[in-house]
């Protein structure tokens, strides 16, 4: 089975992507495999979060926030899910994470501003 292509969007088609995820239910309802997940990005389910990877500050000093999901919602695909016409919630917190540089600033500034 061949897949076509949207170059606009860089992945599956939107038909494309429906079909994969029938595919992908029928192997799950007909083999009954309650271990494997499958994670899809679709274009049509913007993030709630972050709609893309930010640069936040000046030149002097900036922050960057990543999105690994690159402002598309985690969809899951397992037999859970596919099973089931009830909604299925998934837990996902966003998280910003500080590497050592900025957690450095931060404490600087919170030593200066705070009294002692």
Known sequence: MEFGHDADRSSLSLSDTQRLIEMTGCYFLTSGDRISQVWMFRHDEPSLFLQASIQIGTDRFSIYLADPFAGLQP????????????PVKIGFRPTAILDSNVVTYLHNICDIRLPT
Do not use: A, K, V
């Open 75 to 86: 969809i899951l695909l397992n037999y859970d899910t596919i099973s089931t016409d009830d």
